[in-house]
C-alpha cells in the first residue's frame, strides 16, 4: 500500500510540473508570436545552394534552416561542398531571433573556420537586409547580407560590403538557393 501511496503522490507531483510547464510554454512564445517574428519564415526548409563568388570560383552546398525553442529561433546549418580535392568544405550554423524591444532581427553566424559575426536588421524595399559594422586594419567597412527576388521555392543571398558607409555596395558572393526536393 506504502508503494501504490508513494507513486499516486509521485504522479500527481509530476502532473502539477507538467501542468506548470505548459502554461509556461503556452504564454513564453507569445512575444515570438508578432507579425514580424513571422517574416524569416520564407527561409525555412531545406535549400540546395549553388554561387559564383567575386573573384570567379564556383560552389555548392545545402542549408538547412528550422525553428526551435518554442518557434522563437530560426537555427541555420549550412554546408558547402568543394569540387576541388583538399579544400575544406566552410560548415557554419547561424541563430535569428526578432528582438521585439529592439524591433529588429538578431543574427549570429560561426562556422568551422573561427568566425564569429553579428547582423541586425529587417525587411527593407521588399528584401530582408542584415548588417554588421567591422573594423579590420584600421579600416571600417559596413557588411551585409541581403535576402531578395524571394519566391515559394527560389530565393537569392547576397554577401555585400561597403567601405564608403553604405553610399555603394559590392557583391563579394551570391548564393542561388532552390528548395530541396
Not at 61 to 86: H, K, M, W, Y
Request: glycine letters at 10%; one cysteine or more; proline letters at 2%.
Amino acid at each position: 500500500m506504502e508503494k501504490i501511496g508513494a507513486l499516486r503522490i509521485a504522479l500527481i507531483g509530476l502532473g502539477a510540473v507538467a501542468g506548470l510547464i505548459t502554461d509556461a510554454a503556452s504564454t513564453a512564445p507569445a512575444a515570438c508570436a508578432a507579425p514580424e517574428a513571422k517574416q524569416f519564415d520564407f527561409w525555412l526548409g531545406t535549400w540546395d545552394l549553388t554561387w559564383k563568388n567575386a573573384d570567379g570560383t564556383r560552389g555548392s552546398g545545402r542549408n538547412r534552416i528550422e525553428r526551435t525553442l518554442d518557434g522563437c529561433v530560426i537555427v541555420e546549418n549550412f554546408e558547402s561542398f568543394q569540387p576541388e580535392a583538399g579544400a575544406q568544405a566552410l560548415r557554419g550554423l547561424s541563430v535569428s531571433t526578432w528582438d521585439p524591444h529592439a524591433t529588429q532581427w538578431k543574427q549570429t553566424w560561426v562556422d568551422n573556420s573561427g568566425a564569429y559575426l553579428d547582423f541586425v536588421g529587417g525587411w527593407r524595399d521588399g528584401r530582408m537586409v542584415l548588417a554588421r559594422s567591422e573594423e579590420r586594419n584600421g579600416k571600417r567597412s559596413i557588411q551585409r547580407m541581403v535576402f531578395r527576388d524571394i519566391g515559394a521555392d527560389t530565393l537569392v543571398w547576397d554577401w555585400q560590403s561597403s567601405a564608403d558607409n553604405g553610399v555603394t555596395f559590392d557583391t563579394q558572393w551570391q548564393i542561388e538557393y532552390r528548395r530541396a526536393k
